[in-house]
């Protein structure tokens, strides 16, 4: 009962929040001066025409209401410029755009936990040692680098001065041309991950806990993955939701760089040409997408440690 009163009070607050994103992303669209329909050779009539033709003539509130009412029935409505006349949902999932998006940042999110763990968890064991040293500078230039300079350093240095993997990822159907763009998206967040798993570890191994187990002639070993870690994860866990956020807006510049046709592609070439339906189907479905990694990551809050109480914690 206490699960189910918590997920039926996430839900709700998933749905404001969409609602609220929704709006939010809608008003200030249209508050931009100008028209989706402007061009060098577009005449007034010809832009009145193309507002009336889809309902951009009527008062804001009324397009959102609008808007509201379609998108219930899952109608996202259709491309205004980019593929003038096709609807939005077909543009997302038919077209494999959300597809190569989601594969892109699945991988980089797997790749930054499995490595970024294991690389806190060493830093803690050796702590003070060289080891640690080293992989503290590393971690920090990780974090310090924008991800539009480690592509740039990766794209000259592997596929350009060596050769070794392609230049364009394109639709990514090779293993090569999965390393750099994955790569460039897990370095950041990879780097984050063992800088709190470092500290969270460091914080656990001096708990009384951890002395009663070294007391009782447990490994050094059975110490630190059982016990410690366990405690530790929970800051990483934390993290995962924000993660997953900064993953998928990441892969909107290396996409770019990389020309890869995925969503973060799509969606910065939509605003350039100011295709509304494609800009707001875009940010609602990367914003479902986060609360629905946040909605795992309160679940994962109760897996990892039984003592929480979800209930409070939604409050």
Known sequence: MEMLLYTLRRIGISIMTLLLVAAIT???????PG????TEKSTPEQIALANAKYGLDKPVIVQF?????????????????????????????????????????LLALLVAVLIGVPVGVIQAYYRGGWADNVL???????????????ATLMLFEFAVALGWLPVQS?????????????????????CRIAKLTRTSMLDSISQDYIRTARAKGLKTKVILFKHALRNSLIPVITYLGPLTAGIITGALVVEQIYHIPGLGNYFVTSILNRDYPIIMGTTLLLAALIIFMNFI???AYKLVDPRINIIKKGN
């Open 65 to 105: 209401g609008n808007y509201l009412k379609n998108l219930i029935k899952g109608d996202m409505g259709v491309s205004l410029k980019m593929q003038e006349g096709t609807a939005v949902t077909k543009i997302l999932f038919s077209q494999g755009k959300f597809t190569l998006s989601i594969k892109l940042g």
């Open 26 to 32: 809608f008003f200030l669209m249209n508050a931009i």
């Open 35 to 38: 028209s989706p329909f402007m």
């Open 170 to 190: 394109n639709s990514l159907e090779t293993f090569s041309s999965y390393v750099m763009p994955v790569l460039t998206l897990a370095l950041n967040p990879m």
């Open 297 to 299: 990551v309160d679940i």
């Open 136 to 150: 503290r500078v590393v971690t920090t230039l990780g974090i310090a680098m924008p991800s539009f300079v480690v």
